[in-house]
């Protein structure tokens, strides 16, 4: 990897859908040029996956009812956005992610009562905003209703009916 490579991650990491020309501009190189090294980037395993950044009002969110005795625990977490006391040691946590991969890796090692999946959400004196985009962990279905949750072997999966969790089930 040479300095042309690096100054065309750098364009890439700011903005991955700028044009190739635009690149080749910006770097003094051919259009073919820097196609081809994009494609060697690539096939190297230098760049894995183009991506998006999304706004942070509009991540996806999940309500968890949690027992947990140190609410320390919870506020260290990360994607945790706010947590309420509702009982002793029973908390409201509002989590933001971006899949549900990110939801599981933070509740691990919680304790799980209940949990909401966000479909909407207002503001005062706001339009509706819609947030939801998490899919059963069986079917892929889009989860419309509060999710199953289902723990095994320290992972946390989504579900969305019994059905899938019977078959789920079956398969780990």
């Known amino acids: 990897m040479d300095e042309y490579d690096l100054k065309i991650l ?7 859908r700028t044009p190739l ?16 090294r994009i494609e060697k980037l ?10 998006i950044e999304i706004a942070k009002d509009l991540e996806n969110e999940v309500v968890l009812v949690v027992e947990e005795d140190d609410v320390k625990k ?7 956005a706010e947590v309420l006391r509702v009982a002793s040691n029973k908390f409201l946590v509002r989590l933001k992610a971006e ?12 304790k799980i009562l209940d949990s909401y ?14 947030v939801v ?4 962990d069986y ?21 969305c009916c019994k059905t899938c969790l019977e078959e789920f089930k079956k398969l780990v």
């Open 10 to 16: 750098n364009i890439l990491k700011e903005n991955a």
């Open 21 to 36: 020309s635009e690149i080749a501009k910006m770097v003094g190189l051919s259009r073919q040029t820097v196609k081809s």
């Open 117 to 130: 999946i966000v479909f909407e959400k207002w503001k005062k004196d706001e339009d509706v905003i819609s």
């Open 42 to 51: 690539e096939k190297e395993g230098v760049i894995r996956k183009y991506t």
């Open 74 to 80: 919870i506020l260290e977490a990360e994607r945790v």
């Open 139 to 159: 079917c892929g279905k889009k989860l419309v209703d509060k999710p199953i949750v289902y723990k095994y072997h320290n992972r946390v999966y989504f579900l």
């Open 99 to 110: 899949n549900l991969e990110e939801v599981r890796e933070v509740v691990k090692s919680w």
């Open 133 to 136: 985009s998490f899919r059963c």
